[in-house]
Each structure stands twice: as structure tokens, then as C-alpha cells.
């Protein structure tokens, strides 16, 4: 099983990606399922969540109000669709996995599957 991040890319500030992440040989019906981002020198944050059965999505602060973050089960596909894009935003995204669970995850340690993460630049 593998989760393929794609879809990063050079942005002007102001401008729109969006990220998709593909779990490949399995299903993500019963997976809590996140994206992170981590910029050079920085460690890794939470940007957003998605839980199992579309039960709730979750957001950091920073991005709240400008990324939507998405699920298509029957494509094992979760996406995020950035508006607005900041300099700030510029990151090496990751999509993750891990089993459901009771409450929505905001910690990297606990996520069991990771992508190989997508580039992000915004530039100003």
C-alpha cells in the first residue's frame, strides 16, 4: 500500500493549488486521513484532517477559511484545494494515514502511513 502525493507546484501569492493524495492498494473508507507540511528548518505541522466516513474536517489556524480539505472514497483520493496562497505556505506537503479513530489527530507520531510529499512555493 502506498499514498502518492502530487499536485504541488510555483504559485503567485494570492493564487490556488490543489494537492491530491491517492492510496494505492487499499482503501481509506475506514482511514483518518491528514495533510502536513513542513518548511526548511521547521518541523513538521497539521494542516488538515479528514475523518473516516467523512465524519469532520479540521484545520489548523493558519489556514483555516482558505484550505478545504476532501475525500472521495470510491477513488481512495483525498485532496486539498488551497485558495489565497501565502509566501508562509511554502512547504513540502505530506498526506497520511492512520487507523479511525475517536477524535481527530493533530500529531505526526501517530499517523502510520506517509506520502512522499509535493513541493509548495508561493512566491511574493
Known amino acids: 500500500v502506498q499514498l502518492q502525493a502530487y499536485g504541488g507546484g510555483l504559485v503567485q501569492a494570492g493564487g490556488s493549488l490543489r494537492l491530491s493524495c491517492a492510496r494505492c492498494g487499499g482503501t481509506i473508507s475506514l482511514l483518518d486521513m491528514a495533510w502536513f507540511r513542513q518548511a526548511p528548518g521547521r518541523e513538521r505541522e497539521f494542516v488538515a484532517a479528514t475523518r473516516w466516513g467523512g465524519i469532520g474536517t479540521y484545520y489548523s489556524d493558519s489556514v483555516k477559511g482558505r484550505f478545504i480539505i476532501s475525500r472521495d472514497d470510491a477513488k481512495n483520493t483525498i485532496y486539498l484545494q488551497m485558495n489565497s496562497l501565502k509566501p508562509e505556505d511554502t512547504a513540502v506537503y505530506y498526506c497520511?494515514?492512520?487507523?479511525?479513530?475517536?477524535?481527530?489527530?493533530?500529531?505526526?507520531?501517530?499517523?502510520?502511513?506517509w506520502g512522499q510529499g509535493t513541493q509548495v512555493t508561493v512566491s511574493s
Open positions: 497520511a494515514t492512520k487507523p479511525r479513530g475517536t477524535t481527530v489527530v493533530r500529531t505526526p507520531p501517530s499517523y502510520v502511513d
